[in-house]
């Protein structure tokens, strides 16, 4: 109970921190930071998987609606919402199944950016690539979503190191 | 028929995957090709509402910038209705609806603009948008209250435009780089053009009225590949600093649009 909560409370804050902060502060075009996802990540690794694409589905067309992109945030989402399990696996030996939470705390700083920062690369460059819609846009994409997934992990750290410092879990 | 239950509850997560995926790929394919109403979109009732609420909290930090804006343009606007004095020109083509940006981007490829003014205030698809510096984009959505803006900082706008000294015409598209430059095709290498010369828009299209400016040549060069110029334009609309618009509506348009399709079917 308490933890479904958190998880509600984590969606709306970070929807509202992506809308009204993160797209409204232009720091550059090779600089598109998207926090919400961080949403997706942390999700119980035990949580259905199918609830888990209809969120990641949720989430992308609020996202798309506030910011006229008309579907590119969606198939992102949904993408990375569908790749998760198989992500969560590469850093834990039983798919996630043995960790209760997901988090900086519990996965230790190398197994939790291995596991965010693929993550966010892919949802990243598949965002860009979408955006462009050209088959010749592909190393620009690249670079982009690379700058703008360092700005995301930055960004991503410091939620992680103000929650756990805060509230013991 | 149990095989297919038993099959569907195997794959539910795969097949789930790849009907999402489909949607919001169609979604995509659909804003791409069709000018259609998209729902989902900031010219939408509740979304608009929304960033609207928003942007009343934000604007309270810029009240000195736009205070700024509008005397600059005050005193732009009194020139000019001296001048208009002084043609005696009553001939009124053109009406400027004013309206507030609630909310821009720059940093994407597409960027689209959403203004507080739209079916009621008299706007339509395709009209043209300026500021007091220059052209800003064309409406491309409205919904009763609000309208959303193709900027020129959108890799699917093209406006047609004259070269001020040698009235040339071309066609202003933007590669997605840079919010400050706009790049100008189809001027053929034969025509004389410097840096510096002014870019204005042209009553070809019924959009914009003539002369309004655009930006300022910046660097060209001659491409190989074909008979045209690359040039790289100065945009003189500041695209991250824009609060007041003017949505420009001929009131000539129809007589127009008709007597042409008129000419074009003969």
Same mark, same amino acid.
């Given at each position: ?16 921190i992506?809308?009204?902060? $993160? ?41 798309d ?16 919402s ?23 705390? *519990? $996965? ?15 949802? *990243? ?31 991503i ?13 | ?10 794959? *539910? ?57 509008l ?11 001296n ?30 603009i ?6 009621? *205030? ?5 009209m043209?948008?300026?500021n ?12 009763s ?7 020129? $900082? ?70 190989n ?32 649009e008709?007597l ?7």
């Amino acid at each position: 109970m308490k933890n479904s909560l958190e998880h509600i409370l984590r969606f709306i804050s970070l929807v509202l921190i992506q809308i009204f902060v $993160l797209n409204s502060i232009q720091i550059s075009g090779y600089l598109y930071p998207n926090i919400y996802i961080l949403f997706i990540m942390l999700l119980p690794a035990k949580f259905p998987k199918f609830l888990v694409l209809c969120l990641g589905l949720l989430l992308g067309i609020i996202i798309d609606a506030f910011t006229d992109s008309y579907g590119t945030h969606s198939s992102a989402t949904v993408l990375i919402s569908y790749l998760r399990p198989k992500i969560l696996s590469l850093v834990s030996i039983k798919g996630g199944e043995d960790l209760e939470n997901i988090s900086m705390k *519990h $996965l230790k700083y190398e197994r939790f950016f291995t596991y965010s920062g693929i993550i966010c690369f892919i949802h *990243h460059f598949t965002l860009f690539y979408l955006e462009a819609f050209r088959v010749s846009e592909l190393f620009e994409s690249l670079w982009r979503a690379l700058m703008s997934s360092i700005l995301t992990l930055i960004l991503i750290f410091i939620l992680e190191l103000s929650r756990s410092k805060y509230i013991k879990i | 028929m149990r095989n297919i239950f038993i099959f569907i509850l195997r794959y *539910h997560v795969l097949i789930t995957f790849i009907i999402f995926e489909i949607l919001t790929f169609s979604m995509l394919i659909h804003s791409n090709f069709y000018n259609s109403s998209r729902f989902l979109s900031s010219s939408n009732f509740f979304i608009g509402k929304s960033v609207n609420y928003f942007n009343n909290f934000q604007q309270y930090f810029f009240l000195k910038d736009i205070n700024e804006i509008l005397i600059e343009e005050n005193s732009s606007l009194k020139n000019k209705l001296n001048l208009k004095l002084k043609k005696n020109n009553l001939n009124q083509k053109t009406e400027y609806i004013e309206a507030n940006v609630i909310k821009n981007s720059t940093s994407l490829k597409r960027n689209y603009i959403t203004i507080n003014k739209g079916s009621i *205030h008299g706007i339509e698809p395709g009209m043209g948008v300026c500021n007091h510096k220059g052209v800003v984009g064309i409406i491309r959505d409205i919904s009763s209250n609000f309208s959303t803006i193709i900027s020129i $900082l959108n890799t699917k706008s093209l406006i047609s435009t004259r070269i001020n000294n040698t009235n040339h015409f071309g066609e202003l598209v933007w590669n997605g780089i840079s919010r400050e430059f706009a790049q100008l095709n189809s001027i053929e290498k034969y025509v004389d053009i410097a840096i510096g010369d002014s870019l204005f828009t042209n009553s070809y299209s019924n959009i914009f009225p003539e002369d309004i400016l655009i930006g300022t040549i910046n660097r060209f060069s001659i491409s190989n590949e074909d008979n045209f110029y690359d040039i790289e334009v100065n945009l003189c609309v500041d695209f991250s600093n824009i609060y007041n618009v003017y949505v420009i509506k001929n009131n000539l348009k129809n007589e127009r649009e008709k007597l042409e399709s008129g000419t074009y079917e003969k």
